[in-house]
């Protein structure tokens, strides 16, 4: 696991703490918990990508070995 991978991973588990935390309110903010779950949609896009390259690029590896 790359360190920008392991950030991503934290950025995404906070949003989710916060949106949990908007919720569980009386009356949640509506458009912060459409902006968390955009963002970590987001968050969750980028890491997709990243272990796809890096599984590419590992394949890629052995292939020429």
């Known amino acids: 696991?790359?360190?920008?991978?392991?950030?991503?991973?934290?950025?995404h588990q906070k949003l989710d703490r916060e949106l949990r935390a908007e919720l569980k309110m009386r009356w949640p903010d509506l458009f912060r918990i459409q902006k968390l779950k955009r963002l970590k949609l987001v968050v969750k896009d980028r890491l997709q990508t990243s272990a796809a390259?890096?599984?590419?690029?590992?394949?890629?590896?052995?292939?020429?070995?």
């Open 53 to 65: 390259r890096r599984f590419a690029s590992n394949r890629s590896h052995f292939q020429k070995i």
């Open 1 to 11: 696991m790359t360190l920008s991978s392991f950030r991503l991973m934290q950025f």
